[in-house]
């Protein structure tokens, strides 16, 4: 049993199946420590952080980046800036959503209010123009725009005053222009950090400015609002106290929320399950309202996140379940005597990682080897057809016997599939909808057993003890803090950030699991305002 | 002189991939026939989907759970020569049957004896389908991993490169499947079939997937009829290029103080946008003679959400479909007119990708009635997604009928774009007569890639076959041409040679 040495040590190199394990892509030592600073690149925005920006920046709200652009990679996080690359297709589907969104927002009168600060006097108020571009460029741009920025803009204004028959235009229409030019500047578009040197050699500091949008782009998937930009032009979130301040503020916002959830979703793998969109909202609500519980709204351990004894449901899901209703047809009910617990328990995970109609418990075991545990699973061998179930003996009816062939150790499969398929039986007698089962679906014969096992770790059955062996085994809040790491830096962290991924699980288990602590402290934390240079 | 011996005798000499055969230059096209004043063009369709379904024989099927053994359903279910009886996929090219050539029984090579990444042989596929066969099938490159990356250049960029600074846009890149739609995954890497020189991740060439965005970017750049709005077109053209030039003035300003990796992503952007401003500044097309402006297509139709169901039963209407019949038929609309137009030479139509998840009930259900579609006359409307449906996702209907009707639906599109070309007039003949016109499917029918073992299977790269219409170069379509397991790559050279390419290879393989 090494159980106890799991967490960050156990991470890279637990697989004792063969394959190829961690990443190789690291180009070298970096120039400077991580534990002071991280390396960072030029981040495009991803669709859902385009899309947020838009409707905070011009009031857009038709999610324009989902429709004319290419469907991000997710891995599992939407944000990889790594393997980002623009193309004539990203370029030309920009320059088409730049000039729509642009048109919708300035030719709506009331949003055109907004953005405009000033009643133009004629379509070449030149003092109106650059106001306006001082204020739109500034949120555009998501910094402090010089008299350059303003003036490479100012041409524009000439196709307001164009004496010309064809057109009706007027000042707003080179706002419009002014809107379309931003929404395709790279500086609107990438999240592009430069920094200051200071005295280590290779580290810099970042500015206030960089460090709002490092801030709201990690909490909100967004750009800054007012006050943030405000925070920044004060020089506040250049000290500690001040990030801590601005973000305990940030975490009180919706948008705090929705993000939350979604990294919840991408890392835990049910951004998107195959239900029907009623149900799907049902165990949405679900499973947001244990996120938001165990973070914002009774701040303390976040490993109950895993370990909760109650859920959220409403009238009709907890039908689903065969959960008592809740009072007032929707609230908490006790999960007392279910083998459930926390979010292992709700019908949006248990629908995660599904094949073939039905639950995997192969897929169940790679979900809780490589999310829950952080731990790489190697891909079948090339000789093995994956997209076929196994099939088994030939007259093997039940699911366990028709999984015979991955646990007959003579055969090559048993090493890799004893890691993962103990653990999906032992969540059997949970359906891909998250309903209890006695046996299989529509075959009474196959009696679910529905006891697990984490190889070395110890036996289970059902969410509520597996949940209990993950947490108490420190498997995963080591997991957490690494997903939360690969999301805020928008790539996998390298062999050279493993001793700042140590440190940051040392310090959330020090913090009692407090996971809004921890992302405060995060924030708070030197090293977040600052940057080193990426490696080539 | 058009070709004196036509190409059954060059692939009937073929091998195996990576022969090389001394060719006497008869066997080749003619190449610059005087009659010829229109350039050539060269576009590929791609099929992600198989030719058949696990386990079934070319002429077995289960239909409304009953068993049927029926032949004609499988693509080259038919006798070779000229004059061949369409199957089940090829009925959309009713009347084109002298506009196309059916190579069958093509092969990629692999490695029977060993699964290993090195042991693949040149030209040859890594044993694991999806991702093993998309390098040798569209480069003609080996493939040593599972990954979806061709690791050469792919036949419709060497026709790109080849008339490179000839037309406005070097190549017409697009895509109708817009999502992966299998809940908790993305593409990774499904979504490509074009790859410029050399190959490789760094090479792959996004696809546009917004048919509103591939118009605009092809046909805003028309002058239109009558003075004021030509005036108007003007005015809105010079604040386009206002509004790039403001883009591109900070170029230098903001790369020069970045690190390099940062330069290189930002450098490639700028390019990029460059490229488009070059595009908006050539010369604004000739319209005129049969080249127009198409209707604008509007908005696209929504994107579908995942799948609300993970198999047969459950993958029903409203998910994992995003109208992939219409975006494909603008999106052949667009490759056609861009053709007459001379606004580019190549193309390529990703019509659902590398393994696609497409819920198929759309097409199933709408066969017959879906236009260009046939409903083949035993058939019961299919379930589950188009993955699931070559392996036998459901239970009642299964085998050779209903893969046929799905690969039928595919060819709908491609017998679409090969009559519009036929129907359009130019230099004395018409556009198809100046054009060569793939078509592939992802998989053949045979033995299992991964295991190399199992018979009749769909991850298979056996019994290959490929389409080609048109006439460039002297081609001299209308026959069934028994490929006797030549490399598919075989098909893509003699297509590129017929659209000038003047060599001979394509990644690993030669004619």
């Not at chain 2, 696990?54 to 032949?71: H, L």
Request: with cysteine; charged share 20%.
């Amino acid at each position: 049993m090494f159980s106890r040495v799991a967490g960050v040590v156990a991470l890279a190199s637990l697989v004792s199946c063969s394959g190829q394990i961690g990443r190789s892509t690291d180009s070298g030592p970096p120039a400077v420590d991580p534990i002071l600073a991280v390396e960072s690149g030029a981040r495009r925005l991803s669709q859902a952080e385009l899309d947020n920006t838009l409707r905070d920046l011009l009031g857009e709200d038709s999610a324009p980046a989902a429709r004319l652009l290419n469907e991000d990679e997710f891995r599992p996080f939407d944000n990889d800036y790594t393997i980002q690359q623009a193309s004539e297709a990203l370029i030309t589907s920009l320059e088409a959503l730049a000039e729509e969104v642009a048109e919708r927002a300035i030719g709506d009168a009331g949003r055109r209010a907004e953005l405009v600060p000033c009643t133009p006097t004629g379509g070449g108020d030149e003092q109106c123009f650059r106001a306006f571009l001082d204020s739109f460029l500034s949120r555009a741009l998501r910094r402090e725009v010089t008299a350059q920025d303003i003036d490479a803009y100012m041409p524009l204004l000439a196709f307001a005053s164009e004496d010309n028959a064809a057109v009706d235009n007027d000042f707003y229409t080179a706002a419009q222009l002014a809107v379309t030019a931003a929404l395709q500047d790279p500086e609107f578009l990438y999240r592009v950090e430069q920094g200051t040197p200071g005295n280590t050699p290779g580290l810099l500091e970042l500015d206030g400015y960089e460090i709002a949008s490092r801030m709201s782009y990690l909490l909100w998937a967004s750009m800054p609002d007012e006050a943030l930009f405000a925070a920044a032009g004060a020089g506040s979130l250049e000290s500690p106290q001040g990030r801590r301040t601005e973000a305990l503020r940030m975490l009180g916002d919706p948008k705090a929320r929705n993000q939350l959830h979604r990294f919840h979703s991408m890392w835990l793998g049910y951004r998107s399950i195959p239900h029907s969109p009623e149900l799907v909202a049902a165990f949405n609500r679900e499973t947001s309202a244990l996120i938001d519980r165990v973070i914002l709204d009774e701040p303390g351990s976040y490993l109950r996140l895993f370990t909760m004894d109650e859920t959220f449901v409403d009238d009709s899901l907890a039908d689903h379940y065969g959960l008592p209703r809740p009072p007032d047809g929707e609230g908490w009910v006790s999960y007392e005597g279910t083998g459930r617990a926390g979010i292992l328990g709700h019908g949006s995970l248990l629908a995660a990682f599904s094949k073939f109609e039905d639950t995997s418990p192969t897929q169940r075991g790679i979900l809780v080897r490589t999310r829950f545990m952080c731990e790489n699973v190697p891909r079948p061998p090339p000789n093995v057809d994956a997209d076929q179930p196994p099939q088994g003996a030939m007259d093997a009816v039940c699911k366990y016997e028709r999984y015979a062939e991955h646990r007959d150790q003579s055969s090559s499969c048993a090493s890799c599939h004893s890691l993962v398929d103990p653990i999906g039986f032992g969540l059997e007698n949970y359906d891909v909808a998250g309903r209890y089962r006695e046996h299989d679906d529509g075959l009474p014969e196959c009696v679910i057993e529905g006891s697990g096992e984490i190889v070395d770790v110890g036996n289970f059955s059902g969410p509520a003890e597996l949940s209990r062996l993950l947490v108490d085994n420190d498997y995963v809040d080591a997991c957490a803090v690494q997903q939360f790491l690969t999301f805020a830096l928008g790539r996998p962290a390298s062999s050279y950030e493993q001793e700042l991924l140590q440190e940051m699980v040392e310090s959330f288990r020090s913090g009692q699991h407090d996971f809004k602590a921890f992302i405060v402290d995060f924030i708070a934390s030197e090293r977040f305002a600052r940057r080193a240079q990426e490696r080539l | 002189m058009a070709m004196k011996i036509n190409r059954r005798a060059i692939l009937k000499g073929m091998a195996g991939a990576a022969v090389s055969l001394p060719l006497l230059e008869c066997m080749l096209p003619a190449r610059q026939s005087a009659a010829q004043s229109a350039p050539a063009r060269y576009a590929i369709l791609f099929a992600g989907q198989a030719l058949g379904c696990d386990n079934y024989a070319k002429n077995e099927s289960r239909i409304d759970g009953q068993s049927v053994t029926e032949g004609g359903h499988f693509i080259a279910d038919t006798g070779y020569g000229r004059g061949f009886a369409l199957t089940t996929p090829l009925l959309p090219l009713q009347g084109m049957e002298n506009d196309f050539t059916m190579v069958s029984n093509l092969a990629i090579p692999f490695n029977a004896s060993s699964s290993d990444g090195s042991a693949v042989p040149s030209a040859g596929a890594y044993r694991d389908f999806h991702g093993g066969g998309c390098s040798p099938l569209l480069s003609g490159t080996r493939s040593t991993s599972p990954s979806y990356v061709c690791n050469g250049i792919t036949s419709d960029q060497v026709i790109a490169e080849l008339n490179a600074g000839q037309t406005t846009h070097r190549s017409l890149v697009v895509r109708s499947q817009p999502g992966f739609y299998v809940s908790g995954y993305s593409f990774a890497g499904r979504q490509y079939i074009s790859y410029g020189p050399g190959g490789g991740s760094g090479a792959r060439i996004e696809a546009q997937a917004s048919p509103q965005v591939a118009y605009r970017s092809l046909f805003t750049g028309f002058v239109p009829n009558g003075d004021e709005d030509a005036a108007r077109f003007d005015f809105e053209m010079r604040a386009r290029r206002s509004v790039l030039d403001l883009v591109l003035e900070k170029r230098a300003r903001l790369v020069n103080n970045l690190g390099r990796a940062d330069q290189e992503r930002l450098e490639r952007h700028f390019d990029e946008i460059r490229d488009l401003e070059n595009r908006i500044n050539a010369l604004p097309p000739n319209v005129g003679g049969q080249c127009s402006v198409p209707t604008d297509p509007g908005a696209d139709p929504p994107i579908g959400g995942d799948h609300q169901g993970g198999g047969s039963g459950s993958v029903t209407g409203g998910s994992g479909y995003s109208d992939e019949h219409t975006r494909s038929r603008i999106f052949a609309d667009l490759i056609h007119m861009a053709f007459v137009c001379d606004l580019t030479r190549a193309a390529s139509l990703q019509i659902t990708a590398f393994q696609s998840h497409m819920n198929a009930r759309p097409i199933a259900d709408g066969l017959g009635t879906l236009p260009g579609t046939t409903r083949p006359a035993r058939w019961a409307s299919v379930g589950g997604d188009l993955h699931e449906v070559g392996h036998n996702g459901d239970p009642n209907n299964r085998g050779q009928i209903p893969s046929a009707g799905l690969l039928q639906w595919h060819i709908s599109h491609y017998a679409y774009l090969i009559d519009k070309l036929r129907s359009t007039p130019e230099a004395g003949g018409n556009v198809l007569d100046n054009s060569v016109i793939v078509f592939t499917a992802e998989a053949g029918h045979g033995l299992q890639l991964n295991d190399a073992s199992s018979q009749n299977q769909t991850h298979s790269v056996e019994n290959m076959v490929m389409l080609m219409a048109g006439r460039a170069g002297g081609l001299s379509p209308g026959e069934h041409v028994n490929g006797n397991r030549a490399h598919p790559a075989t098909v893509l050279i003699s297509g590129m040679q017929a659209a000038g390419y003047q060599g001979n290879s394509l990644g690993d393989v030669s004619l």
